[in-house]
């Protein structure tokens, strides 16, 4: 199908139900349901589904840096690129496929931005769909160059929450984060889980590769499991910044939370011919799951 703006999206779903789609403007996961319908990712009712922006909501992939700094834009360029399906994409482990519904993507480096970035590359995106609705997106950086890059990176992933003040997130407690809201400086968590009651913009260091989101009221937790993704973003606009972001709605930070799988801290660096994975794994379990494992 295309968009709006004749732009193809990929729709994948599960035998059960479940579904997911996916943009090529960007690569980016648009939309991803459980096998009753229900939307699980965040898609503001103010987002801009025209270039030259991200669309906000879904998962917009942060390459190749996050943030800002230099003369690339913030988060990179990707999420800002038509992307192509890949029909003939090199192999992947059995289990990446094995009764799951698929598509591939593929951006490649274009002369455009070798003024901010000048290395050749290509990013291949599988993103597939579970029989049991399990969301799963492996990236795959492979430096085409003659000399090595670094980058960072993210999964941008703007979870779909029942309200922010019932949501907590367990798994990051006790490690060292830079708070994007001190100027990247490093503090410790202290707290046990993370809760929210005020603007949160932080990079996670050094977490563990299963980190969980639970949601009291939904009473449902979304599991993460990454690979090749030490950090996690944890990202809440709240009010004032809200008010202050033309494209999502002044009340709507109460419904999302931005949980994602980076690589930040320590750029990943390639020499050339070499390729890099990156991936991100998101699961719904009851919330009773986790409490009791
Ligand atoms: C977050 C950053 O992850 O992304 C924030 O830490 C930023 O600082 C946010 O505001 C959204 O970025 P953008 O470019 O999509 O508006």
Known sequence: TKDWNGIDQVTLRSPRGASTRVSLYGGQVISWRND????????SNKAIFKPPKAMRGGIPLCFPQFGNGGCLEQHGFARNKIWTIDDNPPPLHQSDSNGK???DLLLKS???DFKCWPHSFEFRLRVSLAANGDLNLISRIRNINGKPFSFSFAYHTYLCVSDISEVRIEGL???DYLDNLCQRERFTEQGDAITFETEVDRVYLTSPNVIAVLDHEKKQTVVIRKDGLPDVVVWNPWEKKSKAMIDIGDDEYKQMLCVDGAA????????PGEEWTGRLELSIVPSSYCSEH
């Open 110 to 112: 274009s002369e455009e």
């Open 101 to 103: 519904a698929f598509v």
């Open 264 to 271: 930040i801290e320590r750029p990943i660096t390639l020499k």
């Open 36 to 43: 009753r319908g229900e939307e699980l990712l965040f898609t």
């Open 173 to 175: 407690e006790t490690l």
